[in-house]
């Protein structure tokens, strides 16, 4: 069987166009230092980088709101830290009173406790 002299220059043409252009793509993503540039690279690698951006959205959100409830317990704690102060100022005023005899002192007592 005899192979026409075309035929085997147009196949070599056509494998040094492929080789051609998987030289573009790969040098195109040494450039970027990307391996998927467009959807049709690798769909399936593709869709997993979708996942995973998802996945990572949801992730930072989590942690912004831990944090936010990490703020807003550390600010609770805090005032409830001044109002035991408080309570506990007023329960000594009011053991102190209690003691009294003066009508002066337990005056005293009275207006701090307001």
Request: aromatic share 2%.
């Amino acid at each position: 069987m005899r192979i026409a002299t075309s035929t085997t220059s147009e196949n070599i043409v056509r494998q040094i166009q492929q080789i051609n252009q998987q030289q573009t793509r790969l040098q195109s993503q040494v450039a970027s230092g990307l391996r998927i540039t467009q959807l049709e690279d690798d769909p399936a690698a593709a869709g997993r980088v979708l996942t995973l951006n998802t996945e990572k959205r949801a992730i930072d959100q989590f942690s912004s709101n831990a944090n936010r409830a990490i703020e807003v317990s550390q600010t609770t704690l805090s005032s409830l830290m001044q109002l035991k102060k408080v309570s506990d100022r007023a329960t000594e005023l009011g053991t102190l009173g209690a003691g009294t005899q003066s009508s002066d002192q337990t005056n005293a007592y009275a207006a701090e406790l307001d």
